[in-house]
């Protein structure tokens, strides 16, 4: 059974803390913008973000559902490669709106 793009389940990478919550991990964009990045399995995860990459499994409108509210509208799925993603979640300052 095929499904449709909204009714898929993605690997999405988080950065966890040290008390395990677990926050999206965000990439930018050449321009600046901020987009989140999903992966259709986790073998295409590891290998672009490696296999220690801790992930969660999101269906698309909940991913969508999680990303509005920080601003980011787009999702790069399947990427074959990403930026370097900094190290602390500080890094990534808020884009103003």
């Known amino acids: 059974m095929d499904l449709s793009a909204e009714e898929r389940v993605l690997f999405v990478p988080v950065r966890t803390s040290g008390c ?3 926050s999206l991990l965000l990439a930018r964009l050449a321009g600046g913008g901020r987009v989140a990045v999903a992966f259709s399995s986790a073998e295409r995860l ?4 490696g296999a220690r990459q801790p992930a969660v499994r999101l269906a698309v409108p909940a991913l969508r559902a999680m990303l ?7 999702v790069q799925i399947d990427p074959d490669a990403v930026a370097e993603i900094p190290s602390h979640p500080g890094a990534l300052a808020p884009v103003p709106a």
Do not use: K, S
């Open 20 to 22: 395990g919550a677990a």
């Open 68 to 74: 509005r509210p920080l601003g980011v509208d787009r």
């Open 46 to 49: 590891a290998a672009v973000l």
